[in-house]
């Protein structure tokens, strides 16, 4: 991501989802979350917009791609295991969702 090596940042982990996307970066003490997260959800909304004319006429967020919030954590002793986490969440969603589709008891027992 060009926007992040102009502010002085690396893109460790990215995993972009239907709803959603994890990014693990590794930030400068100068810059502030809030900012670095302000021009990521500006010029990503920008550049989508520009090449898919269309999402400009959907209605999200009151005409807006990205919705307001965002959720931040720091990572200290345990980059690699957020990593990781990044890396394969996804998965593990789609693992989570497929359990809850299961009926209550486990999978079927039927032929035993």
Same mark, same amino acid.
């Given at each position: +991501? ?5 502010? /002085? ?8 989802? !239907? #709803?959603? @996307?994890? *990014? ?30 269309? +999402? ?5 967020? /009151? ?8 959720? !931040? #954590?720091? @990572?200290? *002793? ?35």
């Amino acid at each position: +991501m060009v926007f992040c090596q102009q502010l /002085g940042c690396e893109v460790v982990e990215l995993n972009v989802q !239907v #709803d959603h @996307v994890h *990014l693990l970066v590794k930030v400068p003490p100068k810059l502030s979350i809030s900012q670095l997260t302000g021009v990521l959800k500006g010029h990503t909304a920008i550049r989508l917009f520009t090449a898919f004319p269309v +999402m400009r006429k959907k209605p999200y967020w /009151g005409n807006h791609f990205w919705a307001k919030g965002y959720c !931040v #954590d720091t @990572v200290g *002793l345990n980059s690699e295991m957020i990593q990781k986490y990044v890396r394969f969440q996804e998965k593990e969603e789609q693992h989570q969702e497929q359990l809850q589709l299961e009926p209550l008891g486990g999978p079927s027992r039927k032929g035993r």
